[in-house]
């Protein structure tokens, strides 16, 4: 996500000319869409964006039960 915003950041000022970057080579300024290009590639195959998404989904499952088991009454006793 991090690549796509300085991307796009990028080839807003080349666009409109402003700053140094209106100096710059097409290559630079596109650079980081490949980054984020390969970034995405890497993280699926390698399986980092399914192993976020099932912690993701295992904390959404941990927190729904804490808050039944609070409903219910059943959570942490304290001690006497």
Do not use: C, H, N
Not at 8 to 25: C, F, I, N, R
Not at 26 to 37: C, H, I, N, R
């Amino acid at each position: 996500m991090v690549f796509l915003g300085l991307g796009l950041l990028l080839l807003t000022l080349k666009y409109l000319e402003l700053g140094p970057v209106a100096l710059w080579s097409w290559y630079v300024v596109l650079a980081p869409f490949g980054l984020a290009a390969l970034w995405w590639a890497w993280a699926d195959s390698s399986g980092y964006t399914k192993r976020r998404a099932m912690e993701k989904l295992q904390k959404r499952k941990q927190d729904r039960i804490e808050k039944q088991k609070d409903a219910l009454g059943l959570g942490v006793r304290k001690r006497r």
